[in-house]
């Protein structure tokens, strides 16, 4: 029986890459039950604490921003094509979305595990709280309404991070 290009089309249109998968799960994080946002944030932050004690204090800044922008570009392509497989919106196993705002949230952040532990506090709030103009940003299409609105949350931790550092309440 001959397959037609059409159904051909129509099948693989349907398919996701492995690597929007990895990219999308955070490596199979967002497969974690209950909050696979959470567990995604909390690998984040796990991670980011691990390598950049490695790095010297002067790239950690740079180092971070860099790894913001690229998991933003690499994950809302992975986003999209997951959701496009899951036949939903926003699906709870991508987490890229989560890896992208943490990383954001965390921007200058001293490790230490008060500053860590806070600025997974933070991020989360406003991930689930989703205040101004947060929530409109869900409503972009596919992958970017995935992702951004996580960033978005992530900016807003970012201010609040900042700020408690500036005015030494994390010490």
């Given at each position: 029986?001959?397959?037609?290009?059409?159904?051909?089309?129509?099948?693989?249109?349907?398919?996701?890459?492995?690597?929007a998968w990895l990219v999308g799960t955070f490596?199979?994080?967002?497969?974690?039950?209950p909050g696979p946002g959470t567990w995604g944030?909390?690998?984040?932050?796990?991670?980011?604490?691990?390598?950049?004690?490695?790095?010297?204090?002067?790239?950690?800044?740079?180092?971070?921003?860099?790894?913001?922008?690229?998991?933003?570009?690499?994950?809302?392509?992975?986003?999209?094509?997951?959701?496009?497989?899951?036949?939903?919106?926003?699906?709870?196993?991508?987490?890229?979305?989560?890896?992208?705002?943490?990383?954001?949230?965390?921007?200058?952040?001293?490790?230490?595990?008060?500053?860590?532990?806070?600025?997974?506090?933070?991020?989360?709030?406003?991930?689930?709280?989703?205040?101004?103009?947060?929530?409109?940003?869900?409503?972009?299409?596919?992958?970017?309404?995935?992702?951004?609105?996580?960033?978005?949350?992530?900016?807003?931790?970012l201010i609040g991070m900042q700020l408690l550092?500036?005015?030494?309440?994390?010490?």
């Open positions: 029986m001959e397959t037609s290009q059409t159904e051909v089309a129509s099948s693989t249109s349907t398919r996701r890459p492995l690597w490596f199979g994080v967002g497969t974690l039950h944030s909390t690998a984040t932050v796990l991670l980011w604490s691990f390598f950049a004690y490695f790095l010297p204090y002067t790239y950690r800044l740079p180092v971070i921003v860099v790894l913001a922008i690229a998991v933003i570009a690499i994950g809302i392509p992975a986003a999209t094509q997951v959701a496009r497989a899951s036949g939903r919106k926003d699906p709870q196993h991508v987490v890229i979305d989560e890896v992208a705002g943490q990383l954001i949230t965390l921007i200058g952040a001293p490790l230490h595990w008060k500053a860590m532990l806070t600025g997974l506090i933070l991020f989360r709030v406003f991930d689930m709280w989703k205040p101004a103009p947060v929530r409109n940003l869900e409503k972009l299409p596919e992958g970017s309404g995935i992702v951004l609105d996580d960033v978005a949350a992530g900016l807003y931790g550092l500036r005015f030494g309440i994390l010490g």
